[in-house]
């Protein structure tokens, strides 16, 4: 899973292949371990490509999580700036 830029600003943008038809959900967890907002949640086979907005979240390191059949597959740190 590819996460950038990083440091963002306005937004994040994800790409991520799967080999096999699965279903996926992607968080954004703070640094505390809490899971602070629902990026994309859904099922596809091949290369997966999207973005979302940082414009709501304070400065500060995050991760971007993503679960496949509830276990965690792929963590990518980020770092949300405001400059």
């Known amino acids: 899973m590819k996460v950038f830029p990083n440091p963002a600003t306005n937004s994040i943008a994800i790409k991520f292949q799967l080999t096999v038809q699965d279903s996926f959900t992607i968080f954004l967890v703070d640094s505390k ?47 949300i700036s405001k400059n």
């Open 33 to 79: 371990g809490q899971k602070i907002a629902l990026i994309r949640e859904g099922s596809s086979q091949g290369k997966n490509s999207f973005s979302f907005s940082a414009k709501g979240f304070p400065q500060g390191a995050y991760y971007v999580v993503m679960e496949r059949k509830k276990i965690c597959k792929f963590v990518s740190k980020v770092m």
